[in-house]
Every structure is written in structure tokens, then in C-alpha cells.
């Protein structure tokens, strides 16, 4: 049996070359298409056993729907709603109150225009800030601020600029303070139930103000000078001339 190397007629040093070469381009072949796909498979699955994850938790997340809107409706009841004009006055109370209760002198208070938290998250409340003076001690304004962030409360401050006074004892400066008050919740349309043409009554017409119907016009009936019947017929009238009366011709007196 012969074999490749022997059709082609090669020399044993030939025979070597051509197996080497032949080596290498597998080795080169195998490392630039075979190798760097080894793991390709199991990313597939990975990536797969992911998608079906994220499916399954999308799903679930759709069944909760209804509970979620259940939640929103119970939390939009428990809050309690502040009208817009009595923000403002709302919010300056609770800070008078709380700087007189932690000894912080508040010569001015400034309502400022209000504006939407941002976000469809926040989509239920609304901000209410005020620009306010202070003058208080270092321990005292730290109580300050301490007591508006509290639970009952929820003031945060937004800006602050502080500095000492002229005696040079005292913290003086100005600060942002604000709270979010709930929105006015959307009233609630009953659906309108739908009108259908069957329930509609028929129209009514006045029959009594139409106008009779006018009755069938009857073709005239042909009146001739016939003769009168008798027992003799009477004589046929030459052609082209008809039984037409004649006229009384005015008599001659001579």
C-alpha cells in the first residue's frame, strides 16, 4: 500500500519538513479558532439561566401590582394633607417653636416658593422651604437643628451660612430650612356608563300637523259627441273629419 508521501516521490528530509509544517499550521489553527471558544458555551448557559432569572422576578414583581396600589391608596389616607395657603404658616410655626424652646433668636422668617420634590418616586409630595435669620449660641443651634429633623417634624436644612457676631460669643447667619407636606390627593371619577342607541326612545312626530296625502290623479275621461244609442247605428263619418258639435250659424234675414 502506498502511501501520500510516496506518490509524491519525497525524500525522507522532505517527508520530515512537510510533517512539521503540517504540525504547526494545526497547532496555529487550533489557537486562533478552537481555543478562544472553549468557554463559549458556558457563558451561552449563563447567560441564559440570567435572562430567565430576571424574567421570573419581572413576573412576580407584575403579580404584586394590585398589592402595590392597595399600599399607595393605604399610605395616601394615613397622611395627613395641609392646604397650600397654610404651608407656609404651617412650617414658621414649628420653627418659632422649636427656636424658643432651644433658645435661638429668629428676628425674620421668609416663606418661599414652593416646588416638587422631583422624581416619580416623590410624585406625592410637594417642598415648602423658608429663608430665615438666626443668632444663637454654638450648643443651642445644634439643638435647634436636631429637634427639626426629628420624626414628628422632618425639617432638614438646605443651606446655611453661619458666622459670629459683633461680640464675637455668638453664631449668627442665615439658612434654608424645608419640609415636604403631602399632596392633595386626585378626586376620584365614577366611570359613566356607557349609552346605547337601543335604550333611546323612538322619536316622536306629530301626526296631526302632516298634511293628508293627496289622493291618486285619475286620467279625464274622453268626452265625444257620440250619438245616442238606438236601435239604428249610426253612420260612419268619413275619414279625417270627427264628430265635433257645429256652431250655430247666424241666420240670414232677407
Same mark, same amino acid.
Given at each position: ?188 371619577? =365614577?366611570?359613566? +356608563? ?6 333611546? !326612545?323612538?322619536?316622536?312626530?306629530? &301626526?296631526? #300637523?302632516? %298634511? /293628508?296625502?293627496?289622493?291618486? =290623479?285619475?286620467? +279625464? ?6 250619438? !245616442?244609442?238606438?236601435?239604428?247605428? &249610426?253612420? #260612419?263619418? %268619413? /275619414? ?15
Amino acid at each position: 500500500m502506498t502511501s501520500v508521501f510516496d506518490k509524491l516521490n519525497l525524500r525522507p528530509q522532505e517527508r520530515r519538513l512537510v510533517v512539521i509544517v503540517g504540525v504547526v499550521v494545526f497547532i496555529v489553527l487550533n489557537f486562533v479558532f478552537v481555543f478562544p471558544n472553549f468557554g463559549a458555551y458556558g457563558k451561552l448557559q449563563q447567560r441564559t439561566s440570567d435572562a430567565r432569572k430576571k424574567l421570573d422576578l419581572y413576573n412576580s414583581e407584575i403579580k404584586k401590582q394590585s398589592a402595590y396600589r392597595k399600599d399607595i391608596e393605604t399610605l395616601q389616607g394615613q397622611g395627613m394633607y395641609v392646604s397650600d395657603e397654610t404651608k407656609a404658616l404651617t412650617l414658621a410655626a414649628d420653627i418659632n417653636s422649636q427656636a424658643m424652646l432651644c433658645g435661638v433668636s429668629v428676628p425674620s422668617i421668609t416663606p418661599m416658593a414652593r416646588s416638587g420634590t422631583g422624581g416619580k418616586t416623590n410624585a406625592f409630595f410637594e417642598e415648602q422651604s423658608v429663608a430665615l435669620n438666626f443668632n444663637s449660641g454654638e450648643k443651642e443651634l445644634v439643638d435647634f437643628l436636631y429637634r427639626l429633623a426629628d420624626k414628628a417634624l422632618l425639617i432638614r436644612a438646605r443651606t446655611m451660612q453661619i458666622s459670629p457676631d459683633v461680640t464675637r460669643m455668638r453664631l449668627q447667619g442665615q439658612m434654608t430650612l424645608v419640609k415636604s407636606f403631602q399632596r392633595k390627593p386626585p378626586a376620584k371619577v =365614577a366611570p359613566s +356608563a356607557p349609552t346605547s342607541s337601543a335604550s333611546k !326612545p323612538p322619536p316622536v312626530t306629530n &301626526a296631526a #300637523a302632516a %298634511p /293628508p296625502p293627496k289622493p291618486a =290623479a285619475t286620467p +279625464a275621461a274622453k268626452v265625444t259627441n257620440a250619438p !245616442p244609442r238606438t236601435g239604428v247605428p &249610426a253612420p #260612419a263619418s %268619413p /275619414p279625417g273629419l270627427t264628430n265635433r258639435p257645429l256652431r250655430n250659424a247666424p241666420t240670414q234675414i232677407k
